[in-house]
């Protein structure tokens, strides 16, 4: 919960319209401002304070605890220009927070923080338990000073400007799932690689459950923040002592039925589970399920009788694959997430004229792989490649990456060991539609006129279809120097089912400086004037031009234009 503050009418009626925007997440206090504050500060995670900062510092600073403990605390200025992160500006989401508040409110984010000021993430905001000499590493990686990166076990991380090795007396990011303690001037960083199978008698206490689970971690080497999930098999799904121990563990309980532990090979099968709950195995099975290498064979507890075992899976981080629509070219049409998501990379691949484009927007230490045209479907395989390794990668394209672009190949090389996201872009046709007015508004095809990839005869037979069926059409890739024949002839093609004077819209360059927009005629168009970076829109034979500009109506009554 946030709690919202204020002392004046100005600051409330700020505090009210983010109360309203976020009726779910905030809780206003009101009262005297030091009890509202020290009752929010014991009541919420987080606190917005529509105050001076030097007030919020004063009434906050008798009640400071543990950095970990504290909640994120933001000020905002009773004009609602400035959202300004003061306490916990990592652990306790402060620096977030100021972000979402000055989006909602239409305020400046004012974040000091020194990594997120120079776009680098912190040791602490990376959704793993973090041990070690967070603060001096970070001022290394900071001042650029050599930072080794170690992966003993892989996990898609955002980029870190970190070496490959390290060096004796250096600075160390080490990325483990083993019980070590970190060393001088090292973090470690502990991914939930590890999933422990566990089965359990009926009633069997949780102290139990929990010294077999300790005991075969302990013996393993293995560090129990690693520590994913605990496994069993349904009939066990709402066990006692198998509950609280996941609960003390802090991790959740995953189930599978019988039947699906019953296929799963296993080095120690057993009758008594067999009979018992109708498979072979519970703890090796449950852990090995969703595959992985198995680390600690099914071991016993130590009661008479054993009322518990467990087995120990380490899974491999599972890589990342976000296929990024870039749009189709301006910065302002580059959506939120896509930023979000190039920044989460490490890895970049993509055509080198789009990487131009954002290329200030990565962070630093993100590794790019870039080609040039023609080079489709290797960039796909090197993203799909370098998930499997376990990076987190950025695969780019133009417009929608799902449209004439990057998903697709990319797709079907990819498999199910590796996480993929879509990030959806504008498309070409829609950047080109906004400056033509408003051409798409009925039922619209896109046909790529290209024969590269696909024959011609496909390709006609589509556009003959859509002539018939008398719908908008979008032309991609219309005319190049070795391709000048096939608008004219798809152009022809739509004339046997249009009149002459049907709208088209031809736009080059949508978005961006250079780009030119014109409304012209299926007659009147010159298909010299054509080329791959236009797109040509062709209306219906509903769609008419109204003060200059395309419409196609939504199917409502068409008024005729006045004769």
């Known amino acids: 919960m946030i709690g919202?503050?204020?002392?004046?009418?100005?600051?409330?009626?700020?505090?009210?319209?983010?109360?309203?925007?976020?009726?779910?997440?905030?809780?206003?206090?009101?009262?005297?401002?030091?009890?509202?504050?020290?009752?929010?500060?014991?009541?919420?995670?987080?606190?917005?304070?529509?105050?001076?900062?030097?007030?919020?510092?004063?009434?906050?600073?008798?009640?400071?605890?543990?950095?970990?403990?504290?909640?994120?605390?933001?000020?905002?200025?009773?004009?609602?220009?400035?959202?300004?992160?003061?306490?916990?500006?990592?652990?306790?989401?402060?620096?977030?927070?100021?972000?979402?508040?000055?989006e909602s409110l239409g305020a400046q984010p004012v974040v000091t923080?020194?990594?997120?000021?120079?776009?680098?993430?912190?040791?602490?905001?990376l959704?793993?338990?973090?041990?070690?000499?967070?603060?001096?590493?970070?001022?290394?990686?900071?001042?650029?000073?050599?930072?080794a990166l170690e992966t003993e076990v892989a996990w898609p991380l955002p980029p870190l400007p970190c070496t490959g090795s390290s060096a004796v007396g250096g600075y160390t990011v080490r990325v483990t799932d083993r019980a070590v303690e970190p060393g001088a001037r090292e973090v470690l960083l502990r991914p939930p690689t590890l999933v422990v199978g566990v089965g359990a008698s009926r009633g069997a206490p949780a102290e139990e459950v929990l010294e077999v689970i300790e005991g075969a971690l302990r013996e393993a080497g293995l560090s129990r923040r690693s520590v994913a999930s605990l496994a069993t098999v349904d009939a066990k799904a709402e066990e006692p002592g198998i509950l609280e121990a996941a609960a003390r563990l802090g991790v959740p309980v995953v189930t599978y039925s019988a039947g699906e532990l019953a296929s799963v090979p296993v080095?120690?099968?057993?009758?008594?589970?067999?009979?018992?709950?109708?498979?072979?195995?519970?703890?090796?099975?449950?852990?090995?399920?969703?595959?992985?290498?198995?680390?600690?064979?099914?071991?016993?507890?130590?009661?008479?009788?054993?009322?518990?075992?467990c087995a120990v899976v380490r899974r491999p981080g599972r890589g990342r694959l976000a296929v990024v629509g870039l749009?189709?070219?301006?910065?302002?049409?580059?959506?939120?997430?896509?930023?979000?998501?190039?920044?989460?990379?490490?890895?970049?691949?993509?055509?080198?004229?789009?990487?131009?484009?954002?290329?200030?927007?990565?962070?630093?230490?993100?590794?790019?792989?870039?080609?040039?045209?023609?080079?489709?479907?290797?960039?796909?395989?090197?993203?799909?490649?370098?998930?499997?390794?376990?990076?987190?990668?950025?695969?780019?394209?133009?417009?929608?990456?799902?449209?004439?672009?990057?998903?697709?190949?990319?797709?079907?090389?990819?498999?199910?060991?590796?996480?993929?996201?879509?990030v959806p872009g504008v498309?070409?046709?829609?950047?080109?539609?906004?400056?033509?007015?408003?051409?798409?508004?009925?039922?619209?095809?896109?046909?790529?006129?290209?024969?590269?990839?696909?024959?011609?005869?496909?390709?006609?037979?589509?556009?003959r279809a859509a002539a018939e069926a008398d719908l908008v059409v979008t032309f991609y890739n219309p005319r190049s120097r070795g391709r000048d024949w096939q608008l004219p002839k798809a152009l022809a093609i739509l004339a046997e089912h249009r009149r002459p004077g049907t709208p088209v819209g031809v736009v080059r360059n949508a978005s961006r400086p250079d780009g030119t927009a014109r409304v012209t005629t299926l007659a009147g168009l010159d298909p010299a004037t054509v080329d791959m970076m236009t797109v040509v829109t062709v209306g219906n034979t509903a769609t008419r031009t109204v003060a200059g500009r395309m419409v196609t109506p939504r199917g409502y009554r068409w008024q005729e234009e006045p004769a």
């Not at 959704?127 to 000499?133: D, K, M, S």
């Open 4 to 102: 919202l503050i204020s002392a004046t009418a100005a600051g409330a009626a700020a505090r009210d319209r983010l109360a309203a925007a976020w009726p779910d997440r905030t809780r206003v206090y009101d009262g005297p401002v030091g009890d509202a504050v020290r009752r929010a500060f014991a009541e919420c995670e987080q606190l917005v304070c529509f105050l001076a900062t030097g007030a919020v510092v004063r009434l906050v600073a008798p009640l400071l605890g543990d950095k970990a403990a504290d909640p994120g605390v933001v000020c905002v200025d009773e004009g609602g220009r400035f959202a300004v992160p003061l306490l916990g500006g990592h652990a306790g989401g402060a620096n977030a927070l100021a972000l979402e508040v000055a």
């Open 113 to 125: 923080t020194a990594t997120d000021a120079v776009g680098l993430p912190g040791l602490d905001t």
């Open 127 to 147: 959704g793993l338990p973090v041990e070690g000499e967070v603060a001096a590493v970070t001022r290394a990686l900071l001042d650029g000073e050599p930072v």
């Open 267 to 309: 080095p120690n099968p057993s009758d008594a589970p067999l009979a018992a709950v109708g498979t072979p195995s519970v703890a090796e099975a449950a852990a090995l399920r969703e595959g992985g290498e198995l680390l600690v064979p099914k071991r016993k507890s130590g009661g008479s009788p054993a009322m518990a075992t």
């Open 327 to 422: 749009g189709p070219g301006a910065r302002d049409l580059l959506t939120p997430r896509a930023k979000d998501e190039l920044r989460r990379a490490s890895v970049l691949v993509g055509l080198d004229q789009y990487v131009d484009q954002i290329r200030d927007l990565l962070r630093p230490g993100t590794r790019i792989l870039e080609s040039g045209l023609g080079a489709e479907e290797e960039r796909a395989r090197t993203a799909v490649a370098e998930a499997r390794r376990g990076h987190a990668v950025a695969l780019i394209g133009s417009g929608d990456a799902g449209v004439y672009a990057m998903a697709s190949p990319a797709l079907a090389e990819a498999s199910a060991d590796i996480d993929v996201v879509g």
């Open 427 to 463: 498309t070409a046709a829609l950047a080109a539609a906004a400056l033509l007015g408003a051409p798409l508004g009925h039922d619209h095809v896109s046909i790529s006129l290209s024969d590269l990839h696909t024959p011609w005869e496909v390709i006609e037979r589509r556009v």
